[in-house]
């Protein structure tokens, strides 16, 4: 069973997990070690062994190798060998960047306030050849993919792949299935009951098809759900999903799924990856932030390296990577404190002073596609980071507070496809199959149904872009031996140049109003710099997929 039970929050801190090894244990612990250079994993393999561990996997392309020791001094040893970079205990060390605790959404307060209209299998049709839900599909209609829109010229082409490193995606889905590839699909993690919940399998390693946190099949759906007649339809409805999982049921990544994802995704051909999560347990890496001591300092350096090298590995291949800009209403350009790293182990967390030089990976890695999210009014959703070096582009990922008076409407979230095994244990449908939580939709086409969910949040605005870039890739590629291939400089290139340019607010500093279902209000602020052609809210603009296929808006 999955231990995410919140529609908003899609990881959790665990109550336990994996062993560390401490001065004391025995207990044998995995390392990722990185090469000082990126030449392979020769000196790497030669660094555990002087220090008393073993090698169980490796990576040649990327320059690090997976080591096993119970040596209390294991990663002392190698952090004090001049061959290697240095050395990261494998643990959980990342998240879908959701909601954090001090202001979670969680799916019983989504009951208490959404509208009546969207459960029990509502249909909501506008007018031949569109989806049941087109009328909710607020998000589709910012960015013109629609009918009249995008997909007038470019729906996507079955040889554009698009890979989602996420919690997995959920092939049977009826409004995924149709683009899904299991064969191409790949399953980098295994569960782990600590912090996952029982395991499905008795392998503990689910199929390539499976999701069982339903984030990712979330993520799927806004970047290729296909025009079938049930439900929503995607950005991009015709291209190729690729379910490249990473992450844990709960929502965490290991270091080392994540690393092999993006090399697996390079080496297959293909043409997008979304990564709407970010790599922990530093919310921000530093390199010599005085209040981490030495082999923390090491362990953000590792990851900051090693996730840059794979980021280039898959750009080298063709890959456009795109990712989430995160939501801690922070202005990455000028972060000055982070109160949640490290976050695994539980209660690891203190207070750091930050600046600059700190970065949250990998929005703010070099080579990727950075997005922050929009509410219906096209305002900078009131979670979202932003900042005028980071953000690249913004894309609607759902601002429940995006009203007139600032109460909240759930129909401002973003609606996509929600796996009914995960809506059967959440208790979100009944007996008869019919929905229990008023957040939660059904759609039928004759006797196949498929549900979906209301999120929100950087995670939702980052397909949207992906998708975008898919049509590029479609409408312009050339045809490779992996199927269709553009150079991701100039699939990015399209994108910004196509996106609508917004402005800063007027004031620049915009006040966020909201008034929680508690009753209790909050007030906040943040500021935009920048000139409308590139700024800290926006980047180069909102992503618009008709004019990324046809230069017109």
């Not at 999701?211 to 025009?227: C, E, F, K, N």
């Not at 539980?346 to 030089?357: H, L, P, Q, V």
């Amino acid at each position: 069973m999955t231990a995410v039970t919140g529609a908003l929050l899609v990881a959790t801190t665990p109550a336990s997990a994996a062993p560390v090894t401490t001065a004391a244990s025995t207990t044998a612990t995995e390392y990722i070690v990185l090469q000082d250079a990126n030449s392979g994993s020769l000196a790497a393999k030669a660094a555990v062994e002087r220090a008393g561990g073993t090698v169980v996997a490796d990576n040649s392309a990327l320059g690090y190798v997976v080591a096993r020791s119970s040596r209390a001094d294991f990663g002392a040893k190698v952090n004090a060998d001049s061959t290697v970079l240095g050395a990261a205990a494998n643990e959980i060390i990342g998240r879908a960047p959701e909601l954090k605790q001090a202001d979670q959404f969680q799916i019983e307060q989504l009951r208490a306030d959404a509208p009546k209209t969207s459960g029990r299998g509502a249909h909501h049709g506008s007018g031949a050849g569109s989806e049941p839900f087109a009328d909710l599909q607020w998000d589709m209609k910012q960015i013109d993919a629609t009918a009249k829109g995008s997909y007038a010229k470019q729906s996507g082409d079955k040889k554009t792949l698009v890979g989602v490193i996420d919690t997995g995606v959920d092939g049977s889905h009826p409004d995924i299935a149709p683009n899904f590839s299991k064969k191409l699909s790949r399953n980098f993690v295994t569960d782990i009951p600590a912090i996952d919940g029982e395991c499905e399998v008795a392998s503990c390693k689910d199929p390539a098809d499976v999701d069982d946190g339903g984030h990712g099949t979330h993520v799927a759906s806004t970047i290729a759900s296909p025009v079938n007649g049930i439900g929503i339809a995607g950005v991009a409805p015709d291209v190729t999903l690729v379910n490249i999982r990473a992450g844990q049921d709960s929502g965490y990544f290991f270091l080392q799924a994540t690393l092999d994802a993006l090399t697996y995704a390079g080496d297959i051909g293909v043409d997008v990856v979304n990564m709407s999560y970010y790599v922990d347990p530093w919310l921000f890496n530093c390199t010599n932030n005085p209040a981490d001591s030495a082999e923390e300092q090491r362990q953000q350096q590792v990851t900051r390296t090693a996730v840059q090298r794979a980021l280039n590995y898959a750009r080298n291949k063709g890959v456009l990577p795109v990712s989430a800009e995160g939501n801690e209403a922070t202005d990455l350009n000028n972060p000055t404190t982070d109160t949640v790293s490290p976050n695994y182990p539980e209660g690891a967390a203190k207070t750091r002073t930050i600046d600059n030089s700190c970065i949250n990976v990998p929005a703010e890695s070099k080579g990727v596609l950075t997005v922050s999210s929009t509410g219906p009014s096209k305002r900078k959703a009131y979670y979202s980071n932003y900042g005028t070096q980071e953000t690249d582009v913004a894309a609607p990922g759902g601002d429940t507070y995006d009203t007139a008076d600032g109460t909240r409407n759930i129909a401002n979230a973003v609606l996509g496809a929600y796996p009914k095994h995960l809506a059967i244990e959440n208790g979100d449908i009944d007996e008869n199959g019919e929905p229990t939580n008023t957040a939660v939709l059904k759609s039928c086409k004759g006797s196949v149904c498929g549900y979906y969910q209301y999120l929100q949040g950087t995670s939702m605005a980052s397909p949207h872009a992906a998708g975008v870039a898919a049509l590029v890739v479609s409408e312009y590629g050339k045809k490779d031996k992996s199927g269709l291939g553009l150079d991701p400089d100039k699939t990015e290139a399209k994108v910004l140049k196509s996106a609508t340019e917004t402005a800063c607010p007027n004031p620049r500093t915009f006040h966020y109003h909201r008034i929680l279902t508690t009753g209790a209000v909050v007030d906040s602020y943040a500021t935009c710099e920048g000139p409308k052609s590139d700024n800290g809210f926006y980047g180069h603009g909102i992503v618009n997929a008709k004019a990324a296929v046809t230069g017109k808006l």
